[in-house]
């Protein structure tokens, strides 16, 4: 799939409940693709937010 193909929402604003399953994911040492899967989120933008709340996110090894 190309970048950014099948993501309908783009810039949608966070609501409260993504953020919340986001920080719960991270702490469980969730991958970045998985959490953006979940969240049905771009991994940038996943990163983005992660950085914007102070979360590690798991890096592949």
């Given at each position: 799939?190309?970048?950014g193909e099948g993501f309908e929402r783009h810039r949608q604003p966070w609501k409260t409940d993504e953020?919340?399953?986001?920080?719960l994911l991270a702490k469980k040492g969730m991958a970045l693709k998985a959490i953006?899967?979940?969240l049905t989120r771009s991994e940038e933008s996943v990163k983005d937010r992660a950085k914007?709340?102070?979360?590690?996110?798991?890096?592949l090894r």
């Amino acid at each position: 799939m190309a970048k950014g193909e099948g993501f309908e929402r783009h810039r949608q604003p966070w609501k409260t409940d993504e953020i919340q399953k986001l920080h719960l994911l991270a702490k469980k040492g969730m991958a970045l693709k998985a959490i953006a899967k979940a969240l049905t989120r771009s991994e940038e933008s996943v990163k983005d937010r992660a950085k914007a709340d102070g979360l590690e996110i798991a890096k592949l090894r």
